[in-house]
Nanobody
Framework: QVQVVESGGGLVQAGGSLRLSCTASGLTFDDYAMGWFRQAPGKEREGVSCTSGRGGTIYYLDSVKDRFTISRDNAKNTLALQMNSLKPEDTAMYYC?????????????????WGQGTQVTVSS
């Protein structure tokens, strides 16, 4: 059975940092591009970052470039998002996502498996 679990969310002041982690089991990890989506109240779910199945191609939402860093460790079936210089507008539920195949997609419809989400709240 496929399980995808995120952790690492929390409450942080603006300018602070958080590191999100995701583990996936019950699948061949490197068969999937993986990334992070986020959804704030009243807004559409948006792609934050994604890396291809072998980690060689990485994309970031423009608003998080140079602040967030995505990484994956296929040997450990883990994905991480280091979030620095956090801003209040980063506040959202963050979801770990496994895409349908090894290549990233920017839309939620490209996702095959979702984690349950972890809340990130950035105070002013």
């Amino acid at each position: 059975q496929v399980q995808v679990v995120e952790s690492g969310g929390g409450l942080v002041q603006a300018g602070g940092s958080l590191r999100l982690s995701c583990t996936a089991s019950g699948l061949t990890f490197d068969d999937y591009a993986m990334g992070w989506f986020r959804q704030a109240p009243g807004k559409e779910r948006e792609g934050v970052s994604c890396t291809s199945g072998r980690g060689g191609t990485i994309y970031y939402l423009d608003s998080v470039k140079d602040r967030f860093t995505i990484s994956r460790d296929n040997a450990k079936n883990t994905l991480a998002l280091q979030m620095n210089s956090l801003k209040p507008e980063d506040t959202a539920m963050y979801y770990c996502a496994l895409h349908t195949g090894r290549w990233c997609g920017s839309y939620p419809g490209s996702v095959k498996y979702w984690g349950q989400g972890t809340q990130v709240t950035v105070s002013s």
